[in-house]
């Protein structure tokens, strides 16, 4: 470069006409190269081990049994989500309030249900006829309106619900929190000065920013949440890894089904991500997305720029 | 409404963060249709007397009159007690406030600030609304910026913004706490501008303010606050070219 710059200006080329050259180090290749041998050494063994039975695979990823299996799972997700989100919101709304009595209720829930692992408290609540046999809806010390027995109310089902919504609700609230406390208090006193009351000022002011602040952690909690599903199978509610048990208790074809499992685990967390990168994308500038950008930024992994030089 | 009677009126306020006396008994009135002036040195208390006429910041004693109502209270007797945050609300509504750092809302373009509280505090109709939004815009010279988000504005039109949106309630007092002090000097001439036109039109406003030359030209009435408390007090000219304290005499030396 140094002579470039005593030559005369003839002799030089012309910087401007030429582009920059990326800077690869050896390791680049050498790094590069080791990493492609075992990429290359492990999809062999994907094709050409006998025991995944690719065959068995393609058999059961659509099977009937395995699509309900994951209509369930799905549904359990959503459900779980929905349920935790709401009584989230409600938690962080109860942490941030001026009353003691909401703040140490709110505190005491997430502390619980933080610490308390979700296959536990899936097997607690399945059992909740053990602790309280029946539930009644009435006028306390008065005429009882409606009772049910504990066994009735709770299924596999409604017990998965409870455990995995009332886990989200607690990492929800301490989210929204956050997100709340992110607003700036100048955007209160303006909803104030405005005449705005305090729940106009939540509802329509803070909430919607703030809510914009946790979508990307939601996005990742949901993810989190379709693979904790799995833990239902210890209830034998017969979501996607149950079902796929279920088939291999039969057919022995432990390997192929569990791969079928997995397919369809990826499949919806790779959907589930799309998603979250649509609508954050979305609430960003407010413009639709390209596909191309969205599939990008599905693997956003960011190297530092690479040195360049002017190549000749 | 009588003409002798203030529009606002402040009486024996005080208010102290920890240990510090921060307004020591201010008293001071504002006529309708009155431009009122506060300036003063930096940490000398001008924030927090605006902020006490509108109760965001709660006095410790004395009380704020807007238009003979007590703000933030209400009689019980012959007592005050502290009114509820709803009521608070609906008081709020007559005096609009613009604050140095804007704080329009993100989420919403121009029009939806303006129209958020009328629609959904005073319950008006929509295009209604947007009608006297756009017509606001008009006023402050942003029509064409009716879609735009905050960040799509410079701070000068933000600010512009924000005082239409105030204006949108139809307040009888408009409370200004340095508007342009934090905008670069060439867009502070666009926000005045508006404010000298507001001031034409008849609205009661109390600026805090480091433009001396609006002081000069638009307020009714100038104060000079130093410590907690105001020192001087009287029509701009007056205090400006002829000031009785040395506190006053230095600090507007200092401008100079
Ligand atoms: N929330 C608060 N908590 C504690 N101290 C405060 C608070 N708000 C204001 N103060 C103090 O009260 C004093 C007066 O503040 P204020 O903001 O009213 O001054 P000001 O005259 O508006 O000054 P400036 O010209 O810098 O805006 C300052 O010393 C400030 O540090
Ligand atoms: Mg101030």
Redesign the pocket.
Known sequence: MAQDLKSPTSARPDIHETKPRPLRHPSWWIGGAALSLFVVLFIRLLVTNENLHWDIVAQYLFSPEILAGLGRTLLLTFVAMIIGLAIGVVLAIMRLSKNPVFQTASWAWIWFFRGVPPLVQLIFWYNLALLIPTVSIGVPFGPELWSASMNSLITPFSAAVLGLALTESAYAAEMIRAGIQAINVGQTEAAATLGMTRSQTLRRIVLPQALKIVIPPIGNDTISMLKFTSLVSVLALPDLLYSAQMIYSRTYQTIPLLIVATIWYLVLSTILTLIEHYIEHRLNDGRPLELSLILSSLFRIKFGAPRTEVSK | MSTTMPLLNVERLSKS??T?Q?LNKIDMSVKLGDVTCIV??????????L?CLNYL?VPDSGVVFLDGDPVGMRWHGNTLRQMSFNELAAQRQRMGMVF?SFNLFPHKTALENIVEAPIIVQRRKKSEAVAEGMALLDKVGLRERAHYYPRQLSGGQQQRVAIARSLAMKPAVMLF??PTSALDPELVGEVLAVMRQLAEDGMTMVV?T?EMSFARDVADHLIF?DG?VIVEAGPPKDVLSNPQHTRTKAFLARLL
């Open positions: 963060f920890g510090h921060v003063g040195p930096s940490g000398s208390g001008k924030s927090t007397l902020r910041e140095q706490d340095e805090v480091h606050m907690g």
